[in-house]
Every structure is written in structure tokens, then in C-alpha cells.
């Protein structure tokens, strides 16, 4: 548990760390004459890096609308890849309470009734 703690703690502490090597590094600086580190634009560099990978990734995914993933997982002590496989039920309830009982089982009808029983969609 203290392993843990100390863990958790070390990378907590890293851009505390970071930031008063940059504050001694750039006050060394000042005081010899020399010019500070250009941070500001590494930052705006490293900040527009990061967005365009974001957004690089978002659209390089391999996504169909009408696939559901199956993810990885053991069986019988093997790993089995995860795999695409066509939806069977219909998406647009996904995340919806099925009933009003907050323990019980939730069966939703297949002939398009309404759930709420209120007739909103």
C-alpha cells in the first residue's frame, strides 16, 4: 500500500518538478544574460501537435455505424481477439432505463411500443 501511495505521489509531483526546473533554469538564465528557454512557443507547438493527432485519429478509425465491437477477452484460459460483428437491436434506446424499477430487470419491447408510457420518443 505505501508502494502505492508513493507511486501515486512521484507522479503527482512531476509537473511541480518540471515547473521549478523551469523557474530556476529561466532565473539562472536572466541573471548571466542569456537568452530564456522559447517555452511559450514549444508549448503552441505541442498544443497544436496534440489537436491534430486528436483530430488525425478521430478520422483515420476504422468505425462502421452499423458495427458493434465484441472487445477481447479470455476464454477457457485463451485470449480471444475482439471482433466486428452486424447490430441485432436497435441503438437509438441505448442508455435509457427499460422501467421504472431501479433493481429489477429490464426487458424492452420489440414491437415499438412506448416504454415511458408518457408518448415521448
Not at 532565473?27 to 512557443?41: F, L, S
Amino acid at each position: 500500500m505505501a508502494g502505492r501511495i508513493l507511486f501515486e505521489l512521484f507522479f503527482f509531483s512531476i509537473p511541480f518538478l518540471v515547473f521549478g526546473l523551469y523557474v530556476l533554469a529561466t532565473t539562472t538564465a536572466e541573471h548571466e544574460g542569456r537568452r530564456q528557454w522559447p517555452v511559450n512557443m514549444l508549448f503552441l507547438i505541442g498544443l497544436g501537435l496534440a489537436v491534430v493527432g486528436f483530430f488525425a485519429m478521430t478520422f483515420l478509425e476504422k468505425r462502421e455505424p452499423e458495427m458493434c465491437q465484441k472487445p477481447t477477452r479470455y476464454v477457457d484460459g485463451k485470449l480471444v481477439p475482439g471482433e466486428l460483428y452486424p447490430c441485432e437491436h436497435d441503438l437509438k434506446d441505448a442508455g435509457r432505463a427499460g422501467s421504472d424499477d431501479p433493481g429489477g430487470m429490464v426487458e424492452l419491447p420489440t414491437d415499438g411500443t412506448d416504454t415511458a408510457g408518457d408518448g415521448t420518443d
